[in-house]
């Protein structure tokens, strides 16, 4: 069984930064995509960005140059460092791990980000 364990949200004013964390435990092999999700109330969950377990990375439109995700592939890990923040970047954020072998998508509980003054 595979879990992840998600920190790192808060309140944060508009301008600020935060750091989020997901550490993955279980049965997880090596060629993996690891990444962060959000969904506001009242709309879709959307994509954040993702990183392969090779390094390649992909961001949502709305963080580009805002946002930066990292992974420690020896601990299984991987954070989103968000700057700059804005008041719609409020959401539930969810750490997504999808295992490439066993086509199978894994999810954290969420951790809520506000930006507000």
């Known amino acids: 069984q595979v879990q992840l364990v998600e920190s790192g949200g808060g309140l944060v004013q508009p301008g600020g930064s935060l750091r989020l964390s997901c550490a993955a435990s279980?049965?997880?092999?090596?060629?993996?995509?690891m990444g962060w999700y959000r969904q506001a109330p009242g709309k879709e969950r959307e994509l954040v960005a993702d990183?392969?377990?090779?390094?390649?990375?992909i961001y949502g439109d709305s963080v580009k140059g805002r946002f930066t995700i990292s992974r420690d592939n020896a601990a299984n890990t991987v954070y989103l460092q968000m700057n700059s923040l804005k008041p719609e970047d409020t959401a539930a954020y969810y750490c997504?791990?999808?295992?490439?072998?066993?086509?199978?998508?894994?999810w954290g509980q969420g951790t809520q980000v506000t930006v507000s003054s």
């Open positions: 997504r791990l999808h295992l490439v072998n066993l086509r199978a998508n894994y």
């Open positions: 279980g049965s997880i092999f090596s060629i993996n995509v």
């Open positions: 990183m392969t377990s090779r390094g390649e990375r």
